[in-house]
């Protein structure tokens, strides 16, 4: 069933415009140094308002995570952040709120901050930015940087993308093509490197996250519904 069910999914987005996102829900693991916990990522596109979200809970733990943007011409304009984090281990709840259309930036939660932010510049929160490179990757662009908010104190880093090779992955018994990229963080011992499914929307098959600390691990476990 669950091949019947991808094998269709794949068909019809083949019917739908190559740099155009669509809707989804979709079972994630994500996997730490810490905790391994599944839930459901879920983008909705309802007109103008588009929403990205995480939700994740098991014995230990819940994570919520949640952008609220925009998009015209292919490019993101962030309104909206939010998380929040309870394992036993952390507790963590922050807000974002960008106003008058990404000159001001608050955060109100465990890092508190007010930021004046140029109007020139196209500021995008950790979720909305996965939006933009998967945006961009469909519009071919090999090389590119995207402007993202620090949630502890609200700086602005410039972080650099890459497509760095294709190869052929696997999802649900079926073999497809992915697209790989990876992201540097200049004077960080940091990378990250995302695996596209271009069969599938270029949704992320895989994330995957090293750092000096930890190494985190974003997977799809399954695909509910595109488009």
């Given at each position: 069933?669950?091949?019947?069910?991808?094998?269709?999914i794949i068909?019809?987005?083949?019917?739908?415009?190559?740099n155009?996102i669509?809707?989804?829900?979709a079972?994630?693991?994500?996997?730490?140094?810490?905790?391994?916990i599944?839930?459901?990522?879920?983008?909705?596109?309802?007109n103008e308002?588009?929403?990205?979200?995480?939700?994740?809970?098991?014995?230990?733990?819940?994570?919520y995570?949640n952008?609220?943007?925009?998009?015209k011409?292919?490019y993101?304009?962030s309104d909206?952040?939010?998380?929040?984090?309870?394992p036993k281990?952390?507790?963590?709840?922050?807000?974002?709120?960008?106003k008058?259309?990404?000159?001001?930036?608050?955060s109100?939660?465990?890092d508190?901050w007010?930021?004046?932010?140029s109007?020139?510049?196209e500021?995008?929160?950790p979720l909305?930015?996965?939006?933009?490179?998967r945006l961009?990757?469909?519009?071919?662009?090999?090389?590119?940087s995207?402007?993202l908010i620090?949630?502890?104190?609200?700086?602005?880093?410039e972080?650099f993308?890459?497509?760095?090779?294709?190869?052929?992955?696997?999802?649900?018994?079926?073999?497809?093509?992915?697209v790989?990229?990876?992201?540097i963080r200049?004077n960080?011992?940091r990378e990250t490197?995302y695996?596209?499914?271009?069969e599938?929307?270029?949704?992320?098959?895989?994330?995957i996250?090293?750092?000096?600390?930890?190494t985190d691990?974003?997977?799809?476990?399954e695909?509910?519904s595109?488009?």
């Amino acid at each position: 069933m669950m091949k019947y069910k991808l094998f269709l999914i794949i068909f019809l987005v083949f019917n739908i415009k190559a740099n155009e996102i669509l809707p989804y829900e979709a079972k994630y693991k994500f996997s730490s140094d810490r905790i391994t916990i599944v839930g459901i990522r879920k983008l909705e596109i309802n007109n103008e308002n588009k929403t990205l979200s995480f939700k994740a809970r098991n014995a230990v733990a819940s994570l919520y995570f949640n952008s609220t943007f925009s998009f015209k011409d292919d490019y993101i304009t962030s309104d909206f952040y939010e998380i929040k984090v309870r394992p036993k281990f952390v507790n963590r709840d922050q807000k974002l709120s960008f106003k008058n259309k990404k000159d001001f930036i608050s955060s109100e939660g465990r890092d508190e901050w007010d930021k004046s932010i140029s109007s020139k510049l196209e500021i995008l929160d950790p979720l909305n930015a996965q939006i933009q490179i998967r945006l961009n990757v469909m519009k071919n662009k090999k090389n590119f940087s995207l402007n993202l908010i620090e949630l502890k104190d609200g700086n602005i880093k410039e972080n650099f993308y890459s497509i760095v090779r294709e190869e052929k992955c696997n999802f649900d018994s079926k073999e497809l093509n992915c697209v790989v990229v990876k992201r540097i963080r200049k004077n960080e011992q940091r990378e990250t490197t995302y695996f596209l499914v271009k069969e599938l929307n270029h949704m992320f098959l895989k994330i995957i996250d090293i750092g000096p600390d930890r190494t985190d691990t974003l997977t799809l476990e399954e695909l509910l519904s595109l488009g």
